[in-house]
């Protein structure tokens, strides 16, 4: 039985009651949903939501990003500027600083950053703290589902312990899932409406009310464990793969094979092969963070994660490869490191987007930087970019800029780029995705990855 104070009387009610009651509305969409962290995975859920005909307050420490909200202005690209004043304007979506209003939220998401310290180990302070701001202001009845990226146990220890810690009674009066986030920036045909997403409650009747929530979308497992882990093995998948891929780019230019036609080659078998192709590095906020959430946690256990481990020196390592081969290129033209004007192409971590988490080509700029004579960065997504500690500003594509270096290198391929015209304005071009060649530009000047 739970106690429970309504109008000043104290009542008992059970726990089939409390989940009817939620259940109920969640059907009919009266339910009130708080989403905790409006970045890159919480401003898209918020909206998400809302769209559906829930009412969401978006949660967040930054004052700026709820003012730009509450002005329907979107700060993230996969946020439509008028979809959001639409919501806004229709009272669905609001946003505040005022954690106070957690306390009459039926359901609250936390979509809080979870980075890796310069250590490669997890921080979970944001986890942490919003964890602690839940259990103060919370009320019985309220479902929490962690979306963030993490280890399995995370959500056991940092959201259910405080929540215990306040006497409340998990799967009883509270009731706590686990769905990990599946937001890929720029995927124009996958998103949170087609994209199926794992839940684990903590108990059966936390499945039942998570499930209900998301919706078709839903794809049920035993536990929040499963789902932690297998949100983290979704990205130390491609992880590993990436590096066997860059592993064997080295190999190739060693050997003198086209690494590129080598794996369309492989790729023309219907099945049993997954395409991943080399790169600068790896970048975003998953693929080359989510391994060492799982490194750290085996560790714990006494173990290694050695392929991991290994991948990570491979992935890590193709930035200094790539700054070799600049070096060479350059050297063949008869051209000193300490002479050359070098442009770079593109500094996003991905296409067409201006995300520069964990961007690998930031880290080749910031060492050329310190290299060359000259540098510019063309990045049409972004205005400036913080290069070893100090804010560096971007220009806009300029044929006459290009014609006056002494090497371009296509660093993130944006679809914005004109690539017939970035040929016939360089006299040398180092091309790490082989973008030209897929555009049917076979040229001499063009050295490939």
Not at 78 to 107: C, F, G, H, P
Not at 249 to 267: F, K
């Amino acid at each position: 039985m739970i106690l429970s104070t309504v109008q000043g009387k104290d009542i008992f009610i059970t726990q089939h009651t409390a989940q009817t009651v939620l259940h109920n509305k969640l059907q009919n969409k009266s339910a009130k949903i708080g989403v905790i962290g409006l970045g890159y995975v919480g401003l898209p859920t918020a909206c998400h939501y809302a769209s559906r005909g829930y009412n969401v307050t978006g949660f967040d420490l930054s004052e700026s990003k709820v003012n730009a909200i509450n002005e329907g202005v979107s700060y993230i690209d996969d946020v439509n500027q008028q979809q959001l004043s639409k919501l806004i304007e229709k009272e669905l979506l609001r946003a505040t600083t005022n954690m106070s209003l957690l306390r009459v939220m039926d359901v609250l998401l936390i979509c809080v950053p979870t980075p890796v310290k310069g250590t490669k180990e997890p921080d979970l302070s944001f986890v942490e703290s919003a964890g602690r701001t839940i259990a103060e202001y919370v009320i019985e009845g309220t479902l929490v589902i962690l979306e963030s990226t993490t280890y399995p146990g995370t959500t056991e220890e940092y959201i259910c312990g405080p929540l215990i810690k306040k006497g409340f009674v998990v799967g009883e009066n509270i009731f706590v899932a686990y769905s990990p986030e599946r937001i890929d920036p720029g995927n124009k045909r996958f998103n949170l409406s087609n994209t199926p997403k794992v839940v684990g409650g903590m108990t059966a009747a936390c499945t039942e009310l998570a499930c209900a929530f998301i919706g078709k979308t839903a794809n049920r497992v035993k536990g929040v464990r499963v789902a932690e882990l297998s949100k983290v093995f979704e990205n130390t998948f491609r992880w590993v793969n990436l590096a066997l891929v860059n592993e064997l780019a080295v190999l190739c230019e060693e050997l003198d094979i086209d690494i590129w036609e080598t794996i369309n080659a492989a790729s023309s078998k219907p099945y049993g092969f997954m395409k991943f192709t080399p790169g600068i590095g790896v970048g975003g906020h998953c693929i080359p963070v989510d391994p060492y959430y799982l490194t750290y946690k085996v560790k714990e256990q006494g173990h290694r994660t050695k392929m991991i481990e290994l991948a990570g020196e491979i992935n890590d390592g193709m930035v200094q490869y790539t700054y070799l081969r600049i070096l060479e290129l350059l050297s063949s033209k008869g051209i000193l490191m300490q002479h050359a004007h070098v442009v770079i192409l593109g500094a996003a971590y991905k296409s067409d987007i201006g995300d520069l988490r964990e961007s690998p080509v930031v880290r080749l700029i910031e060492k050329l930087q310190k290299k060359v004579k000259t540098l510019t960065i063309i990045e049409p997504y972004v205005k400036e970019i913080n290069i070893n500690g100090q804010a560096q500003a971007v220009v806009q594509y300029d044929p006459v800029i290009l014609q006056h270096a002494d090497l371009v290198v296509i660093g993130t391929p944006h679809t914005c780029f004109d690539w017939n015209n970035v040929h016939d304005n360089t006299t040398l071009i180092f091309d790490s995705k082989n973008v030209m060649e897929e555009k049917g530009i076979v040229s001499n000047k063009v050295a490939k990855l």
